[in-house]
């Protein structure tokens, strides 16, 4: 990977790649200012020798002068390279700290607000699943307005669930890495994704299950293939089928999600991955909005761990996102 994402976690830090940038403008300015320097110097001293170029003598010590020039310039150089860069930490600590303090701002309220959330949503929930599972029958149209409250409280709790994880995205919050078999993983997502996709009449199933263990957190690895999945309910026709397929190959674990709807224009293709970044011809054909932060905390997941996610559709045709995350050796 050739962008700065393959930069050692120290210098990935935007405070720290600021300094750098301010720090290189400088030292260019300073390395030319002495080249200008140092040509001015040499014409003015062979200037000087010119009448007595006949005589040896005089011409080694302007060469010796020269010499002795371009030390003390290389001297001073290596001097103004460390109040370089001391002066740009500061001029880039000064210039960031209000970006900074605000971004932790914005960041403290999502995550007091997702926590916050979750307390009503959850007696929400328990009120919905108490009244829907009563031995007293209620009547059809009463049990549906329940029925749609219910099932609007399993999104908002999905999307607390996503906006909580990218606060812990942006505060670059440690992974909990454990040896973890996606295999396991995958069969927990399909057992409890299987109502949803019941409700639409689309088969869920996983067509090929192998061993494929990796070290990762496995709540967040849980979280990146429930969003796959989700998705892929979320977007197929009804009466259709969506595939889950989980194997390793070497040092290589993958896990596909196949599914048969509308497909994504090869434009949009990279789009998907940005955050609130939806498409509105998926959204219009299947009358359901995301929000735009499925896939992008995916491939966060994904390269946390060391892989990626990459997506391969056609219009008309569905898509299939494959997970690849490094494998342990069995």
């Known amino acids: 990977m050739n962008d700065w994402r ?20 400088l030292v260019l300015l300073l390395a030319a200012f002495s080249v200008v320097i140092y040509v001015l110097v040499s014409r003015e001293v062979l200037q000087d020798v010119e009448p007595f170029r006949d005589d040896p003598t005089f011409i080694a010590a302007a060469h010796r002068q020269l010499q002795q020039y371009a030390t003390q310039l290389v001297f001073a150089n290596i001097g103004g390279l460390v109040l370089t860069l001391v002066a ?25 607000a997702s926590h916050d959330l979750r307390t009503p949503l959850a007696v929400i929930r328990m009120e919905t699943s108490a009244a829907l599972h009563s031995a007293t029958q209620l009547p059809p149209a009463l049990a549906g307005c329940i029925r749609i409250i219910d099932e609007q409280a399993q999104r908002m709790d999905r999307l607390i669930e996503q906006l909580l994880t990218l606060a812990h995205v942006d505060a670059g919050s440690a992974l909990n890495r454990e040896p973890t078999d996606l295999r396991c993983v ?16 689309i088969e869920l199933d996983v067509s090929r299950t192998e061993p494929a263990v990796v070290l ?115």
């Open 6 to 25: 393959s930069l050692p976690a120290g210098l990935r830090s935007p405070r720290v790649r600021l300094m750098f940038l301010i720090a290189a403008i």
């Open 88 to 112: 740009s930490f500061f001029i880039a600590k000064a210039a960031l700290r209000p970006l900074e303090q605000a971004i932790a701002l914005q960041r403290q309220f999502t995550n007091d």
């Open 186 to 201: 995958v069969n927990d997502v399909v057992r409890d994704l299987t109502p949803l996709a019941q409700a639409k009449n």
């Open 216 to 330: 990762g957190d496995e709540l967040k690895l849980s979280q990146l293939v429930t969003n796959l999945v989700d998705n892929a309910i979320k977007y197929s026709p009804d009466t259709s089928r969506v595939s889950v397929s989980v194997w390793q190959h070497r040092d290589a674990a993958f896990v596909t999600v196949s599914d048969a709807g509308n497909g994504i224009p090869a434009g949009e293709l990279e789009n998907i991955f940005r955050r609130f970044q939806r498409l509105d011809s998926v959204r219009s054909t299947n009358g359901r909005s995301g929000h735009g932060l499925g896939l992008p905390l995916c491939r966060w997941i994904a390269r946390a761990h060391g892989g990626d996610v990459a997506v391969d559709s056609r219009e008309g045709q569905g898509s299939t996102f494959t997970v690849r995350l490094p494998a342990l050796n069995p």
